[in-house]
């Protein structure tokens, strides 16, 4: 019999038991009796997901360093564990110490994608600590939730006791001091979050009171508590040079998505595209010390055995010293076996340059993100690329010798046209033809230009989060129009054209613009069995269409209509720094197709400048 929580039976009837064994290379191990505080860090997704996330090992390697705490983590367990701890009535336990979730002082979610807010449900409901946050007892864990989607933390606020709106090194340890004295004093779980909801960034979701108009438009968002903020500012860390980083990431025992050494080299993004939320909620753009990354490259590579490192940004092409950090990269790890991956490059000379350097040519392709089929509506979204450039970066790239492209769209942007849908069946055309203008002796065999569209989803915090979105009939006639204009097209054998389902973006748009009344439709969905809807093969939309009628909400009101710049949106009590007329004013821009230039060309007044640090470019005359 083993010693873990689960008994070899069971790691031998399963799936991948690596996932839930711990004991990867550099995992933490402290004595639970000897810290005066236990974290659960938990990514509600699948290990290898998981285990990919680069926030939860700065947070455990940040947690860990203090002697006082021990941060575990736990991963959602796969459907076919799901099914026999429910049976067998196993709680749901972490990694390291095998120990239930529910003998902990924290639960600590990361909530990266609306798609997983069932497996947050089914996170609570394995670990034995009651679904309802108003239903939990003195000794179960605190349950925080933070990450992207919780800048939008309405549709999942009776679920958790509290929001840490922000990055997670800022005050965090603030957070965890206020829970010591309380428990040194004796005090209750509400006089805990009482002290906590005085922390800047803290939002106890059971210390507001939302109202409705007739309409079901929100009325009033009121604090009910006399320490709860009218206001909850986002946290942010100034200096990321000066800040936790882990020399000794978790190795796991196996293949993840990013089975790599992750360097952040920045923060933030100069460009203003009006679709993109980490583009707004991550300003201002903050870069990582040339000196510091080198240190961490080496430390990385050497204490994990990886053989790649990927560097990590919204756009690494912004980086300040993007060459000299890819010069050293190369110099110092290409020889010994390293690759070098570079995501989020724009495509032009140097990047092509170097790209041949540290890839193999032949084996990779390249990808381009115009994000629409035409200019006009490329204004209009603020993407800031001209066909001009892109032909250009295609025609470099044909002549280094890359012989495939990707390309990513989405449909269902504000203002599209039938003739911006066909325009990315035109665009693709356009790039196979200029593969076929080089001369056939010099060709790299044939082209293949793979263009995908997504569906627009507007989300909170960007100029077009007052927006309509599409139903799933109308994305889905989009779709057809693309594919048959694909089909039309001279090179249409060089040519290949994907779409993302339907159903998913929808309900993702109800679940990223919903308020509280949202809450109702997610826990219905979770009891019906909804779980893992990332997945295609778990994903069921009968299920979440049931659910939808069932709690009485009209996708109408959530999804088609445009709504008022008036309108009490369910976030926006929060703030991010980007101002509220901020994104007023480029969605009235979007309107008339204009384009507001980058941070570095022209500061456009968004506000984050107050943050008082980073590289913010306000013209301070």
């Keep these: 019999m083993s010693n873990l929580a689960l008994s070899d039976d069971i790691l031998l009837s399963i799936d991948k038991p690596a996932r839930y064994i711990g004991n990867e290379v550099n995992m933490v191990k402290k004595d639970p009796k000897a810290v005066e505080v236990r974290f659960a860090m938990c990514f509600p997704d699948v290990y290898e997901i998981g285990m990919s996330h680069l926030g939860i090992q700065i947070l455990y390697d940040m947690f860990n360093r203090r002697e006082d705490i021990y941060c575990e983590r736990v991963y959602s367990p796969w459907l076919d564990l799901d099914k026999i701890m429910r049976e067998r009535d196993i709680p749901l336990f972490a990694l390291e110490s095998q120990q239930p979730i529910k003998e902990f002082d924290f639960l600590g979610i990361t909530i990266q994608y609306e798609m997983c807010y069932t497996n947050i449900l089914q996170i609570l409901d394995l670990s034995k600590i009651p679904l309802l946050s108003k239903d939990r007892e003195e000794d179960s864990p605190i349950v925080v939730g933070g990450g992207p989607c919780a ?51 803290i939002y106890v979701p059971s210390f507001y009171d939302v109202s409705y108009h007739e309409d079901g438009t929100i009325s009033a968002f009121v604090p009910n508590h006399p320490n709860a903020k009218q206001k909850i500012i986002k946290q942010l860390v100034m200096d990321i040079s000066d800040t936790y980083y882990p020399d000794k990431p978790l190795v796991p025992f196996i293949k993840a998505t990013q089975d ?92 092509l340059d170097v790209m041949s350097k540290v890839q193999d040519v032949r084996k990779s392709s390249l990808t381009f993100a115009p994000e629409a089929g035409s200019q006009r509506l490329r204004n209009v979204i603020n993407k800031g690329l001209t066909e001009e450039v892109i032909l250009k970066g295609a025609k470099l790239a ?34 196979a033809e200029l593969y076929y203008q080089i001369p056939k002796d010099q060709r790299a065999g044939k082209v293949q230009v793979v263009a ?42 060089s040519l290949k054209y994907n779409w993302h389902e339907a159903d998913v973006s929808v309900l993702e748009g109800l679940l990223a613009r919903g308020d509280r009344k949202v809450a109702d439709t997610i826990l219905y969905a979770y009891q019906s069995g909804c779980i893992y809807d990332a997945w295609g093969e778990s994903f069921d939309n009968e299920k979440w269409e049931r659910a939808i009628q069932a709690t009485n909400i009209d996708m109408d009101f959530y999804i088609t209509r445009e709504r008022s710049v008036d309108e009490i949106l369910p976030w926006d009590f929060i703030d991010t720094g980007v101002t509220k007329q901020f994104l007023i004013r480029e969605w009235e821009r979007a309107k008339e197709e204009l384009v507001t230039p980058n941070c570095r060309m022209k500061c456009a007044g968004c506000g984050v400048a107050r943050f008082g640090g980073g590289v913010c470019f306000e013209d301070k005359n």
């Design 260 to 351: 790599r050494v992750v360097l952040e080299i920045q923060r933030g993004c100069i460009r203003g595209c009006r679709f993109c939320q980490a583009g707004s909620v991550y300003k201002p753009v903050r870069e990582r010390r040339l000196d510091f990354l080198k240190e961490k490259a080496y430390k990385m590579l050497k204490n994990t055995g990886h053989e790649e490192i990927s560097l990590s940004s919204l756009s690494s092409s912004d980086y300040s010293e993007l060459e000299g950090l890819i010069r050293f990269l190369i110099e110092e790890f290409k020889g010994k076996g390293v690759n070098i991956s570079l995501p989020s490059l724009r495509i032009d000379a140097f990047s």
């Design 151 to 201: 800048y939008n933390p309405e549709p999942l606020a009776p679920f958790f006791d509290l929001f840490y709106i922000g990055e997670g090194e800022t005050v965090y340890f603030e957070l965890i001091d206020v829970y010591k004295e309380n428990k040194k004093r004796g005090g209750t779980r509400r006089d805990f979050l009482a002290q906590a909801a005085k922390i800047e960034g």
């Design 452 to 493: 995908s569209t997504s569906f627009f989803v507007p989300k909170p915090f960007t100029p077009f989060q007052w927006a309509s979105m599409n139903t799933k009939e109308e994305f889905l006639n989009k779709a057809r129009i693309v594919n048959a204009k694909m089909k039309e097209m001279l090179n249409r054998k």
């Design 398 to 431: 044909f002549e280094g010798g890359w012989n495939r492209v990707k390309l990513y769209f989405m449909l269902g942007l504000p203002t599209e046209t039938v003739s911006d849908m066909e325009g990315i069946a035109e665009l693709s055309e356009k790039i």
